[in-house]
């Protein structure tokens, strides 16, 4: 547990800072261009490289090429250096063609992931120059992701999780700038110049170039020293290809899913002003930062152990780690996802609403929110479920569990999209996303149990419901100022809005882990430990 937490810390260091970052530069991004037309056309062409990016690597590397690079290490003559040159060369010549090929087809791109742009409307016309300004980076993201997995396999976890900090400062360094030029134009889509659209386009672009140069610098230092390799008969395609066809089977099913999602939310987007793709996406990246920060951190550190103990028969530390893993992840997500469903407005209002966007747009963001936090604890415990199927080298089934979670969540997305009214529809998205999740997990909790031989669900569920009913005076302190500030100044400004956030959310805190203290709760008893002693040097 010591050195799970250790190297967790560490990596959560760097996570918290650049999604502390990340929240700036969303915070600037809503600044410049709002909730509404531009908005909408961003997100959706900053999206796309991200989707064809876990089609065809990022799925890979967590469940194929990590435990590939690991046995490689250990199997091959020169610990693997010959084998990480030939995937790094391959992965950067396959992914600059894809990036070509990507920014040609950008219109039909656009097509895929909206409803209701009609081709020549100047919305669609601002979202396809965006995406091919933005598709390039398809290449240097991949350089980065394949240099990133072969640091994490040496356990070197820290630059990983700094380099999107400098990304994060040179989007919002562009977007500043873009909002001096911009001047008044807004989120007006129609009065935006295609020289401005350039600037926002290619300093996106730029972001990701000087993310992948860190981490390149840092596997230099490691003693990596790239030769570019063509041999393909030696890089384990077919094995690789046999192992990772399911993995990508998982990754087109959840991103036919994401698809539906953007779909449905652009035409409730066009039916009211403000309540479609921006304010889905703004709420996930919220809903995302604790899994980021932690649950990220933790199934780095776990992966790579994990798969070293299936490969050596320890089956029993596979369990050790995986209790572990979700009961250190639980010990902070529990608290926050309660303190996510109720201070879902008092967060963003401080984050978005500025500059375009106005205090009632981000207050339906953080109604997004709110309904997210459902899905928190539920989502990170299917990740970590799937984890414990790829160190085992088994990719087919989280294909089958991820084809139903993700059926699931189109059949609720669906029906929220014909029952509720439009201004509701991104909110019954998030709801269907924390069901479906939650279906997920208990399916992949089942069938990975049966793998292992039993994954000591009491322990693990007492350990869980201990951390909820620690959690709750924090939730009910929350709520209480909550209602305390609206009374007294009868709403959530900016002001307001913090005070909510230091008594609910900072106090709140404090109070939970003084609680769970108390109960004993081991990982919450290390947690403040660590922090006690490094306050104490």
């Known amino acids: 547990m010591s050195r799970m937490l250790r190297a967790s810390a560490v990596m959560a260091a760097g996570t918290m800072v650049s999604r502390v970052t990340g ?19 961003y997100n959706v062409a900053y999206a796309i490289p991200y989707s064809i990016l876990d089609l065809l690597l990022l799925g890979v590397l967590s469940s194929v090429v990590v435990p590939m690079i690991v046995r490689a290490q250990k199997e091959d003559p020169d610990g693997g250096r010959a084998y990480e040159q030939r995937l790094l060369t391959i992965s950067t010549v396959a992914l600059a063609v894809v990036a070509l090929l990507a920014v040609l087809a950008a219109p039909l791109l656009i097509q895929l992931y909206t409803t209701g742009w009609e081709s020549g409307s100047r919305k669609y016309e601002v979202a396809v120059l ?27 976890f820290a630059a990983p999780m700094w380099a999107p900090v400098l990304n994060n400062i040179v989007v919002i360094g562009v977007l500043l700038v873009f909002a001096l030029v911009a001047g008044d134009v807004g989120g007006d889509v129609s009065r935006i110049t295609d020289g401005q659209l350039v600037l926002l386009g290619l300093g996106t672009t730029a972001g990701i170039v000087a993310q992948a140069a860190v981490l390149v610098v840092a596997l230099r230092r490691t003693g990596f020293v790239f030769t570019p390799r063509f041999d393909v008969r030696n890089a384990r395609l077919g094995e690789m290809g046999r192992a990772g066809v399911w993995t990508i089977g998982y990754v087109v099913v959840t991103q036919l899913g994401f698809m539906l999602t953007t779909n449905l939310a652009s035409a409730a987007g066009d039916a009211v002003h403000g309540h479609g793709i921006t304010p889905y996406t703004f709420a996930f990246q919220l809903f995302q930062l604790p899994y980021g920060v932690i ?57 978005y609403a500025h500059g375009v966007t106005t205090v009632q747009d981000a207050v339906y963001i953080g109604n997004v929110l709110q309904v997210y936090g459902l899905a928190l604890v539920p989502f990170a415990i299917f990740q970590l479920l799937l984890r414990v199927f790829y160190a085992f080298g088994d990719t087919r089934t989280p294909v089958y569990v991820g084809a139903a979670t993700t059926a699931v969540n189109a059949l609720l997305m669906w029906i929220m999209y014909l029952v509720l009214p439009f201004a509701y529809t991104v909110m019954g998205l998030a709801f269907a996303y924390a069901v479906a999740y939650a279906l997920g997990a208990v399916t992949a909790w089942w069938l990975a149990s049966r793998r292992v031989q039993g994954l000591g669900g009491w322990q693990i569920g007492w350990a869980l ?73």
């Open 465 to 537: 419901t201990r951390m909820y009913l620690a959690a709750l005076p924090t939730a009910a302190l929350a709520l209480a100022s909550v209602w305390a500030v609206q009374m007294i100044f009868g709403g959530l400004g900016f002001v307001n809005s913090l005070i909510v956030l230091a008594v609910g959310g900072g106090l709140g805190m404090l109070l939970y882990l003084g609680v769970a203290h108390r109960m004993r709760i081991p990982e919450v008893n290390s947690i403040v430990g660590m922090v006690a002693g490094r306050v104490g040097r």
């Open 295 to 351: 649950g990220v951190s933790v199934i780095t550190a776990m992966l790579p152990r994990m798969s070293r103990a299936v490969t050596e028969q320890r089956f029993g530390d596979v369990r050790g780690e995986f209790g572990s893993s979700v009961r250190l992840i639980g010990s902070i997500m529990v608290p926050v996802s309660l303190l996510l469903m109720v201070l879902g407005p008092a967060i963003t209002v401080p984050i």
């Open 130 to 156: 965006l995406a091919r300004l933005i598709l390039p980076q398809l290449a240097f993201f991949g350089i980065g992701a394949v240099a990133g997995a072969i640091l994490n396999t040496r356990d070197r």
């Open 23 to 41: 929240f700036v530069r969303t915070m600037v991004l809503a600044y410049a261009i709002g909730t509404f037309a531009l908005g909408d056309a």
